[in-house]
């Protein structure tokens, strides 16, 4: 505001000039009018006075002029020093240094050994959008991580930053191996971290995201793939396969614990009738009803239901007792009662009804896991022969038959 008012300096000097040659004109014009006007006998001072000043205006006006034609001396340029051939060789290594580490496709960080940041190139800002500016040369490392932290940009750290920095300073520059790190924007880098003879720490940094994005995909792949090979594809429950391995694992695990294993074997009565009567399709939806109705009957941790074949089913009940194995066996009879599904083709009743053959026991050294299936099946098979839509438990007739014993095949109900 106040600069706007003010009036340049070139133009003050231009006006000087001509003011002071005309102010020396009119003085010594009037000096002489003074004199020829002035009658005898009267003072010289007032004319001797008006003729000086008009004799230093004269003067004033030959410098103005003086300075102006004459441009006044600039100081002398000191010539600037050569730099030493040591200084000079030290400064192209220097940036030599810099141009190398910005033409790698990896970040790096150069520590001293204060653990003070003293060079970073252009790939870690690429990685990491600003992660370091000019300003962080000089700092500390835990000084530039404090900030990061506060700025919630180590997603490892959110929720416990303390505790992280301090784990993090533990370790430092102590890794021998290298260190995966997410970042934000799920972004994942390979960090190396090694110590220089001169104590210093260099840091490289790796993207691998591509790699541990393909690598994700690839265990969710194989997870999936692993899943559908212990999966009925019909029902969801576990397969064949799938309750083979785990009845093999909880029968050694009962025998180190002592502790009893139970196995209920279900089948679903006059199936074959309900498929021709109402179609494959509906039969198909039948069956994972039936597999819905079962899996609300398991409770406990580690208990199983499995698809076994066909119509049959199988649940295994690891530390079940005869008394809960027989509590769950009329669960699932109460709870398909409860769904009434219709099945107009059974002579046992106007709705779907299962068979349930029980089987429980300590495992020991002198069974094996077949020999509770071989129970379980045959106490099934005498539920059926025995009015069907009930369950039975396994005696010890039932125990030692034979696994490749012929099942007696129930007769037809009137």
């Known amino acids: ?49 008006l003729g000086l000043g ?28 050569p730099m030493s051939p040591t200084k000079l060789d030290s400064l192209q290594a220097r940036q030599l240094l810099a141009s190398s580490l910005d033409a790698l496709d990896v970040g790096v960080e150069i520590w001293d050994e204060h653990d003070r940041l003293v060079l970073y190139n252009k790939k870690l ?22 900030a990061k932290l506060k700025q919630h940009l180590v997603p490892a750290a959110i ?46 940094w790796v993207d691998v995201t591509e790699l541990v994005r393909k690598g994700r995909m690839l265990e969710a792949s194989n997870r999936r793939l692993a899943q559908q090979s212990a ?10 396969r799938r309750f083979d391995e785990a009845l093999e694992v909880e029968w050694q695990r009962a025998a180190r614990s002592v502790t009893p294993l139970s196995l209920l074997m279900v089948d679903i009565d006059h199936f074959k009738n309900y498929n021709d009567c109402y179609g494959h399709v509906a039969g198909d939806e039948c ?15 580690g208990e199983l239901v499995a698809r076994y074949g066909g119509e ?19 669960n699932c009879l109460d709870l398909i009662e409860e769904k009434a599904l219709p099945h107009a083709t059974s002579v046992t009743a106007p709705h779907v009804t299962f068979s349930i053959g029980i089987a429980c ?29 009930h369950y039975e438990v396994a005696d010890q007739a039932d125990w030692e038959i034979d696994k490749d014993t012929p099942r007696t095949q129930p007769s037809p109900l009137s």
Not at 361 to 389: E, F, I, Q, W
């Open 1 to 49: 505001m106040y600069s706007s008012m003010r009036f340049p300096r070139n133009s003050d000097k231009s006006l000087w000039l001509p003011l002071l040659a005309l102010l020396a004109l009119v003085s010594e014009a009037g000096a002489w009018w003074w004199i020829a006007r002035m009658p005898g006998g009267m003072s010289w001072q007032g004319p001797t006075l």
């Open 54 to 81: 008009a004799a230093l205006c004269a003067v004033a006006v030959s410098l103005l002029l003086w300075r102006k034609i004459v441009p006044p001396r600039e100081a002398p340029i000191e010539p600037q020093r």
């Open 125 to 146: 800002n690429l990685m990491r959008v600003n992660f370091h500016t000019p300003a962080d040369i000089g700092q500390s490392f835990e000084a530039l991580v404090r």
């Open 159 to 204: 929720g416990r930053e303390q505790e992280w920095l301090t784990q993090r300073l533990a370790t430092r520059g102590t890794h021998t191996e290298p260190q995966l790190k997410e970042l934000a924007g799920n972004q994942w880098v390979n960090t190396y971290e090694t110590r220089t003879p001169e104590g210093f720490l260099v840091a490289s």
């Open 231 to 240: 999966t009925d594809e019909l029902t969801g429950l576990a397969n064949r």
């Open 287 to 301: 069956l994972r009803r039936v597999a819905s109705v079962l899996g609300q009957c398991v409770r406990r941790a």
């Open 312 to 330: 049959e089913f199988v649940m295994l009940l690891p530390g079940a007792d005869m008394a809960h194995a027989c509590e769950t066996a009329q």
């Open 361 to 389: 026991l300590l495992p020991d050294a002198t069974l094996n896991p077949a020999s509770l299936v071989n129970a379980a099946d045959t106490a099934m098979y005498r539920a059926k022969t025995s009015g069907r839509a």
